[in-house]
């Protein structure tokens, strides 16, 4: 894992009118790794990624994603990121292959590609016999499997998962996590939102957000030590029973 930093975010603060959402966020992501962007729901989380993603401006601070700056750079940002969301963001009444066909073209890889790619992809995830049936028929586990494929089927730089494994089982949750671990492996970086504080314990590193500050930023194992807890879960509880205070 490379030390050098893929995103850069010093001082960031996003308004929504009175609200302060994003209260002067500062940390850095090394290009390789998988961070963790901790916190309860309501902490701050997506509108930060939201920033980080392009879809939104901040009010100040420094934001800079793949060398690109947030303010000025929104496309470029774009095009050299992933995404995937808890909602999956394919469509339902296409088939998986279909779908793959789609944001192939919306990526700008041409036909020749998204063939050889997808023929790939789908003998490496074991997934031939669901390639044509459409998403909405295809188990829960398999879409969550193939909407995180399709958000790293154009080789971004980085990929921005949002809540990924939100209302999906223990064991397919663990499985998600081989994808992201295959990913990183890759070259890419890995930004991911989580309210589940176990997974933390997946990354490199984490932050911890809470009612839109961070609050800590280290390793899951020196958060651990540090707070002589027993999980990342009672970490968790400690900051933020320090924040309120």
């Not at 303010?71 to 009444?93: A, H, P, V």
């Not at 980085?158 to 990924?164: A, H, K, N, T």
């Not at 890759?186 to 009612?211: K, L, P, Q, W």
């Not at 540090?226 to 205070?245: C, G, H, P, Q, T």
Request: proline share 2%.
């Amino acid at each position: 894992m490379s030390q050098d930093s893929i995103i850069i975010v010093k001082d960031l603060v996003k308004k929504f009118g009175n609200f302060i959402a994003n209260d002067h966020l500062t940390f850095d992501v090394y290009q390789g790794e998988i961070f963790g962007f901790l916190g309860a729901n309501g902490a701050g989380k997506t509108t930060a990624i939201r920033i980080l993603c392009g879809l939104s401006t901040p009010t100040s601070g420094k934001v800079s994603v793949a060398g690109y700056d947030a303010y000025k750079q929104t496309e470029k940002i774009k095009q050299n990121i992933g995404y995937m969301s808890q909602r999956f963001s394919l469509y339902e009444d296409l088939t998986a292959f279909e779908n793959i066909q789609f944001y192939g073209g919306i990526y700008g890889l041409s036909s020749k590609e998204i063939k050889s790619r997808s023929a790939k992809l789908f003998d490496r995830l074991g997934f031939e016999e669901f390639q044509k049936k459409q998403i909405k028929d295809i188990p829960l586990g398999w879409r969550q499997k193939l909407a995180f494929s399709v958000a790293i089927f154009h080789k971004p730089k980085i990929v921005f998962l949002d809540e990924p494994t939100g209302g999906v089982d223990p064991i397919t949750r663990r499985q998600f996590w081989d994808l992201i671990y295959q990913a990183a492996n890759d070259g890419i970086t890995i930004f991911v939102t989580t309210h589940y504080m176990d997974e933390a314990e997946y990354c490199n590193r984490a932050s911890i957000m809470v009612d839109g500050r961070i609050a800590d930023i280290d390793t899951p194992l020196n958060m651990i030590k540090k707070y002589n807890a027993n999980s990342m879960d009672d970490v968790f509880y400690i900051l933020a029973r320090k924040m309120v205070d």
